[in-house]
């Protein structure tokens, strides 16, 4: 394997963040990426990017299996890239493909968060689909508890996002992968 110093991390592989909707995956992807001088790329966004629409219309049209069968298509992709920092959205992890694919090409983060913060970070936000219901809450709950298996089981590191600034969290891996270089 060949590593390259940034910044005093040691990184010679893709960074795959997972986790639920609200756990940061984007923002803190941003950061991370400049940190570390890695493009940043964002599954949704590029899936927005080929089809010219929005994630709740593409859910409204094809329903959630055609969305999924589309994050298959792009995360298959974008795993093929080199010196990346994916952001994925919340349910990448429902697709057995999606996990392999993840884990064989780089390093999955697991931002994990409670379902009271993920519901104080989703509640005014319009745009995501699976969370347009009269109880948000019980909702996050039980996305949680069909996923929080298979984040857990996908991910090689896991990092908590609660009680932390982005700047911290992207620290604290910078922390992880320096330790597991």
């Known amino acids: 394997m060949n590593y390259f110093p940034v910044d005093t991390v040691l990184v010679s592989e893709n960074i795959y963040l997972i ?16 940190k570390i001088k890695k493009k940043f790329l964002d599954s949704d966004r590029e899936i927005e990017k080929r089809t010219g629409a929005k994630i709740d219309l593409i859910f409204e049209i094809e329903g959630e299996s055609g ?9 298959s992709e974008l795993t093929a890239l080199n010196n990346i920092v994916l952001a994925t959205g919340g349910g990448v992890v429902l697709m057995e493909e999606n996990r ?26 319009r ?20 996923r929080e298996p298979l984040y857990q089981e996908t991910a090689d590191i896991i990092i908590d996002t609660e009680n932390n600034s982005i700047k911290q969290i992207v620290k604290n891996i910078r922390d992880k992968l320096s330790a597991n270089a």
Request: no cysteine.
């Open 67 to 75: 969305f999924r069968k589309r994050e298959v298509q792009i995360i």
């Open 19 to 34: 986790g639920p909707m609200g756990a940061g995956k984007s923002s803190i992807g941003r950061q991370l990426a400049s």
């Open 100 to 125: 392999k694919n993840l884990k064989k090409n780089g390093v999955v983060i697991y931002l994990k968060a409670a379902p009271d913060l993920l519901m104080k970070r989703t509640e005014k936000d």
């Open 127 to 146: 745009s995501r689909p699976l969370l347009q219901t009269e109880n948000r809450m019980q909702r996050i709950e039980e996305l949680l508890e069909i």
